[in-house]
């Protein structure tokens, strides 16, 4: 067998040995040549130029200059022996300081011979010194790969402590590519590296490793940014394309009289551009012959239930059964109130089914199920248990994605012949670029405009002094006839803390706002459902003029009356969750307002928060904040999905190159589905090795 870089392992590497291929297996998981040349480094230290001594400047940079050690000594007593040997060019003299490994360095220093040193240099009494500087003997440097940027890789404290330095593994490496050199597979196609003037694989492993200049790294970590987000993009665009071919779906050909109905007379609004957009999206999904597998993602009010109900009417047409999935019984309500409002003229049968629907409704239910006389189910997971059997459905729509599983979802198919259509709406706006990765293998429609003549929800940032004008602020509302949110932060890890803070909030608002002229719910997780429930429809129905919660009232809850949301350490909260909670208001006719009442000591990541929330209302502009601060690691619903390991790239930093990717890997595939044209052969080799040798991304979505 030849000896590929994929095949040989890093024990044959000259240097390496099987102490430390093993010790690098199990730190880092370099077990291949291949692998160890994958193995990037994370920074580069500049060694263009050397200094003089003479011109040292105490500025912190690490700086390498040529000169001799002239004479060495040890110094101090026993507990703090230090190593100081006198550095000399012709410009002058500095020392260089060891406090570790002493026996060994100086048995080691030779003087009177050239050395180039590397390291920080201080400023001490007027005197330079360089603690712990790199050394080589000039000779040996001469002879070394001559490469002028030193590669840094990253390390674990147990390669440290082994002695396998990032010098070790430089060495390593210049072994490597003097044996295999040129023997790296090019992973594109000619066509794709001439498009975009990338240079092939092998000058960019080497250039990446062993750069000669700034600018030639920079072409090489620019081509193997984009070979790792096209390979992605590649594979998940192939995924959807082969879903799409195997999961057959229901074709639901006809547009008929109850979406024409609905849309032509009976919608009180006129949709908005981007929801016309999107149905139109969703409609030739679902007339394909394939399962739709759909993400409609809209902002808070964005007006995504007539979308869901549109979409229904398409089912319904086609002589199918539609069921409406909530995360929660409260909105399941709201839903089911909303939908029937919007059908209420169109002969349609809606039933609601929840946890706490009656046993006799539940069967009258499930009759109208089997037999066909239902069109549309809403509930909650009630949904999913095994008695509940539709006669034909064709479309399930689900709100708030992120509380239901996949799992819970192809339950409910298991008793279709073919799979219904599967629109999942949700309303945390997800920065574009990390969608594309996250979902990029199903598709998305985007809702990103709100219904004219919404009026923005004004934001302010107050603190403690200011809150007796906050609280006349509160009783202005109320006098209007209008309701109020008070939230105070929950975090898992104080709970306990957490819990008195709101328990002390609620007895200082009820202080505040005393009975019988003000009336004040509370809801937090602590409380049975049946009594939270209780609480929120007393606030719904506008018989408590406030509202205490934790933030179990971020999802969805619509209170069109409520005008104000007060935000207490809104600190404590991230963006995307302080956005959902401002959703609550700005519901109605009325100007709506949020007030965020700070803590004093603020980090500046808080501030950035609070102020990108006072700044604006757009949650796609939040989100991209969000992502930014955050990093994608930390954006929900990312840290299962292993896709944010990427070696290389950054989807925020390199977001024009995803695009890139993304389009060159679509266009890829009209042409090609199957990778089977000659020209893309390098491409074609490379895709199955991935999904041969990495699974990782076999399993998102
Ligand atoms: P969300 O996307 O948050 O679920 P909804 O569907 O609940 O938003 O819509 C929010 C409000 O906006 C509802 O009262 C709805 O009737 C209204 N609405 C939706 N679309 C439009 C539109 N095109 N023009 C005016 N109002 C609209
Ligand atoms: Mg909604």
Known sequence: MTQTPSNTLLFYLKGVG?????????????????????????????????????????????????????????????????????????????????????????TALKTNTPYVIFGKANQFKGVFSMPHPEMDLLLDFQKSLQTAMQPVYPSTENLAKKGVSNRVIQTIMQNLFLEFK????????????????????????FQLHFPENQELLKKAQWRMKFEELFFIQLQ???????????????????????????????IPFSLTNAQKRVIKEIRKDMMRGAQMNRLLQGDVGSGKTIVA???????????????????????????????????????IQVRLLTGSTKTKERNEIHEGLISGELH???????????????????????????????????????????????????????????????????DVSIIDELPLGRKEIKTALRFENQRLSVF??????????HQVYIVYPLIDESETLDFKNLMEGYESVVREFPRPQYQVSIVHGKMKPADKEYEMDLFVKGKTHIMVATTVIEVGVNVPNASLMLIENPEKFGLSQLHQLRGRVGRGA?????????????????????????????????????????????????????????KIADIVKDSDLLKMARFTAFDLLKEDPNLEMPKNANIRNTYKDIEANMGIWANIS
């Open 472 to 481: 006349k602020f509160i009783r202005d509302e109320i006098v209007k006839g």
């Open 309 to 347: 109900v549109l979409s229904a009417m398409i089912a319904i047409d086609n002589g199918f059964q539609v069921a409406i999935m909530a995360p929660t019984e409260i909105l399941a309500n709201q839903h089911f109130f909303s939908v029937l409002e919007l059908v209420k003229n169109l002969n």
């Open 236 to 266: 998940l665009l192939r995924n959807n394309l082969i879903r799409k071919r195997k999961i057959k779906g229901y074709i639901f050909e006809k547009v008929g009289d109850y979406f024409n109905n609905l849309y032509e007379k009976h």
């Open 376 to 442: 549309i189910l809403i509930g909650t997971h009630a949904l999913i248990e095994d008695k509940v059997k539709f006669q034909n459905l064709g479309l399930v729509i689900i709100d708030e994605q992120h509380k239901f599983g996949v799992e819970q979802r192809s339950k409910m198919w298991k008793k279709n012949i073919l799979p219904p259509h599967i629109l999942v709406m949700t309303a945390t706006p997800i920065p574009r670029t990390l969608a594309m990765t996250l979902y990029g293998d199903l």
């Open 590 to 646: 009325n100007q709506s307002y949020c007030i965020l009442m700070a803590g004093y000591k603020l980090t500046d990541e808080a501030k950035t928060r609070l102020q990108t929330m006072v700044e604006t209302n757009d949650g796609f502009k939040i989100a991209e904040v969000d992502l930014k601060l955050r990093g994608p690691g930390n954006i929900m619903g990312t840290q299962q999905s292993g896709i944010i390991n990427l």
């Open 18 to 106: 099987p102490a430390r291929a093993e010790l690098l297996g199990k730190e880092l998981g370099i077990k291949t040549v291949y692998d160890l040349v994958n193995f990037f480094p994370n920074r580069y230290i500049d060694r263009t130029r050397f200094y003089k001594i003479s011109e040292l400047q105490e500025s912190g940079a690490e700086v390498q200059i040529i000169g001799q050690i002239t004479s060495i000594s040890t110094e101090g007593n026993n507990r703090s022996t230090r190593l100081k040997a006198t550095f000399t060019d012709e410009t002058g003299s500095m020392e260089l300081v060891w406090f570790q490994g002493i026996k060994w360095i100086k």
């Open 182 to 205: 040129s023997r790296f597979q090019e992973t594109l196609s000619k066509e794709i590296l001439d498009q975009n003037h990338f240079i092939d694989k092998n000058t960019a492993l």
